[in-house]
């Protein structure tokens, strides 16, 4: 016996999330990778080349595409494809909304975000994927920190809080009905300062939206909002040049900027150790009610 | 820096929810967005102050009748340590909830409300954590403000939990009195009670060590994935890639493979780019061997010095997370690592009633039932007994009906 000294924390949530994305390739048929172009599924990507490289990963990665993406993302998520010479799979919402298949949303604050949902749904179905691989963290956000790291959904991409399967040591159950699907969370026992960490420790080069930059904004209940075609912008808004980070990566009408002065990674954790607002407090979908995240869960929402 | 993985014990009335909240305040892990959503919420304590408790509730319907159902995760992390709570409801009816958490954790804070001392579910749940082979145990004497924090019912209360400690076969128990509401040795030492002489709770979870077992004959891989890259260049290439369970494996070790009872020894160890000598529990890896052998997911490489038994008869403690009651004519699944294999309940023992500690004749096992019973499996199953080995001596049980997780498996003998 020895003390618990032998692995640091970083080495230890690396382990455990290389051994459920083993444990992914080992009990489904169809698993595949759900890239955001965030820090989150960017970590994910270098974890998943640890876990079975030199052999191919056996999951492309499938990237639900709103339309209303960051030029920066979408660049960067190019870019690593190439690199990494790994199978792409682009689930556009905008051919949702063209066949009609669901409505955009009006007013000022119309977002994509909620119909994602539904491409990310008939995207699944189209390719009959059996698990879904995501970078959601337990310490974001309150319904997330009850949910399982196999969460099983059912045939509508619903998740049912009560009745979530018990998971017991390391034993993750991953037996499904067809039809069903499970989201797999490798990283849920990671916080953003542990992702910002283990970034720094292993080199990962991240889209420059994380780092600080000079962009014009506006400012929307209390958070800036990068100014772009995709706002409904009116003459009360103020656009303004301020520099700027995103501590998320999500769409341009949806994810708000911060105030920052933080231009390489030591910069960002040192703010981020101090910061006293946590990431999803930058995310307006969130804020709309005390059970916004069960809700959007229970619909199928990522 | 590393890790330590904690449960709470306790109900809503002995405070526990407030006792995590005030761990998190105290130690500054909540974030002003969070406080402000705990502001909105707008819950109050009889003295004015914010309702801490609400911190830890997650979901909808707790928050509506005000208990915790689920297993809820909490992170926090201080210069010494990162922490990961599992807030687990204490009452009988989420026994399986409870077991759930205890089964992710190096360690169990179990609540004792100071006015009511040693009860029943003080005896359910040392009992769960004894079950489920916690290697540490601290008691919370929690409420002390409640009787003028006195020496005399602490050392009381000591006294009742030492009985029962042993009574459950419980190690390595350390004791507390605290005021969660109150604040007092938590983070900050309570100068109202002066006779208590130990650490606080924070200092002393922040120290507390916890053992693993590293030892070299000890060595357990379970293979999950055969990495296999068939290009040109690496057309030989053929590693096994799976997370050490316990023990440790070096370059140049023997080791068999079970459940076949080849040998061979390791010829490389890879963690990404990095060729490290050693692995030991807990580190994910891919291992090489000298032979070419047929090994495929559900295996084990051991040590071959010291081998786990091999079996398809097993007496093993059960504790049934289903609301169908066990069926001993149904076949089941048993998940074991990385094996999966059928097999049915042979036979049942005995129950235990949780409360009492009673052992009782068992006609049906039902939902929270715990209780020893033999299965019996299609495929040989490659195993240590529990208390002697966690990693590799717990199992679950899947029922192909509904493919929902029904039970929790703690071998405690072979049965062949």
């Keep these: ?302 | 820096m590393n890790i330590l993985k904690f449960l709470t014990a306790g109900s809503v009335d002995d405070g526990k929810s407030t006792l995590i909240g005030r761990l998190l305040y105290d130690s500054e892990a909540i974030l002003a967005d969070q406080l402000e959503a705990l502001q909105r919420a707008n819950r109050k304590n009889d003295d004015g102050t914010i309702d801490l408790a609400i911190l830890t509730d997650g979901l909808k319907a707790e928050r509506e009748q005000g208990i915790t159902i689920d297993v809820a995760y909490k992170y926090f992390q201080t210069e010494k340590r990162k922490f990961i709570i599992a807030d687990t409801p204490g009452h009988i009816q989420y026994t399986r909830n409870m077991v759930t958490g205890a089964s992710n954790s190096d360690l169990a804070i179990i609540l004792i409300d100071a006015r009511k001392g040693v009860i029943e579910q003080t005896i359910r749940h040392s009992f769960l954590v004894s079950l489920l082979g916690l290697p540490r145990v601290l008691v919370a004497v929690n409420k002390m403000d409640m009787v003028d924090f006195s020496q005399e019912v602490f050392e009381n209360i000591v006294e009742d939990y030492k009985k029962l400690a042993k009574k459950v076969g419980l190690e390595n128990v350390a004791y507390i009195p605290v005021s969660a509401l109150k604040g007092d040795n938590i983070v900050h030492k309570s100068v109202r009670m002066p006779w208590y002489l130990g650490e606080s709770l924070l200092p002393y979870l922040e120290s507390v060590e916890i053992p693993v077992d590293t030892q070299s004959d000890h060595g357990r891989f379970p293979v999950q994935w055969v990495v296999r890259p068939q290009t040109d260049e690496l057309h030989d290439y053929r590693g096994y890639a799976g997370r050490v369970a316990s023990g440790s494996f070096r370059v140049n070790d023997k080791v068999t493979v079970l459940p076949s009872g080849f040998q061979s020894t390791i010829s490389k160890i890879e963690l990404a780019e990095q060729e490290p000598d050693v692995a030991v529990a807990g580190m994910s890896v891919t291992v090489h061997l000298q032979d070419e052998i047929d090994i495929s997911r559900g295996d084990m490489l051991v040590s071959a010095q010291n081998q786990p038994m091999v079996s398809q008869q097993i007496e093993a403690d059960l504790c049934w997370m289903d609301t169908k009651p066990l069926d001993t004519t149904h076949t089941y699944f048993l998940q074991h690592n990385s094996k999966l294999t059928r097999c049915r309940i042979q036979e049942v023992l005995h129950k235990v009633n949780i409360n009492t500690l009673e052992k009782e004749s068992a006609d049906e096992f039902k939902l929270n039932d715990i209780g020893r019973i033999v299965i019996k499996t299609a495929d040989p199953v490659v195993f240590d007994l529990f208390q002697n080995n966690k990693a590799n001596g717990g199992a679950i049980l899947i029922d192909g009906r509904t493919n929902v997780t029904v039970g929790a498996l703690m071998f405690r003998a072979n049965a062949d």
């Excluded at chain 1, 799979?89 to 119309?110: L, M, P, S, T």
Aim: glycine fraction near 6%; aromatic fraction near 10%.
């Design chain 1, 1 to 302: 016996m020895s003390n618990k000294d032998q692995l640091d924390y970083l080495d230890e949530l690396e382990a455990e999330a290389i051994y459920i994305l083993r444990e992914v390739a080992g009990q489904f048929e169809k698993p595949a990778l759900l890239f955001s172009g965030g820090k989150d599924s960017i970590t994910l990507v270098y974890l998943a080349l640890k876990a079975f490289r030199p052999g191919k990963f056996p999951f492309p990665l499938v990237h639900i595409d709103t339309g209303h993406n960051f030029d920066e993302a979408i660049i960067y998520r190019d870019q690593l494809i190439e690199r990494i010479g790994e199978k792409l799979i682009v689930g556009y919402v905008q051919e949702d909304i063209d066949a009609g298949r669901v409505v955009e949303q009006r007013g000022k604050n119309a977002s994509r975000n909620q119909l994602q949902t539904v491409t990310l749904l008939n995207t699944i179905a189209k390719h009959q994927f059996d698990a879904c691989i995501g970078g959601a963290r337990r310490d974001e956000e309150k319904a997330r920190a009850k949910e399982r790291i196999f969460s099983v959904r059912d045939e509508f991409g619903q998740w049912d809080p009560k009745r979530q399967r018990p998971e017991l040591w390391n034993q993750y159950n991953g037996k499904i009905h067809k039809g069903e699907n499970v989201r797999v969370f490798p990283i849920s026992n990671w916080t953003e300062l542990d992702v910002w960490n283990y970034i720094r420790r292993e080199n990962i080069p991240l889209p420059s939206l994380y780092f600080s930059h000079e962009r014009d904004v506006i400012t929307r209940n209390g958070v800036y909002m990068a100014a772009s075609p995709f706002l409904n912008m009116d003459d009360e808004d103020i656009v303004e040049r301020k520099s700027v980070r995103f501590r998320t990566v999500g769409d341009m009408s949806c994810t708000a900027a911060v105030e920052s002065y933080a231009y390489h990674i030591d910069d960002i954790i040192d703010e981020i150790s101090a910061s006293r607002i946590s990431e999803r407090g930058a995310r307006m979908d969130d804020k709309v009610s005390e059970a916004a995240m069960e809700d959007r869960k229970k619909g199928g929402y990522f």
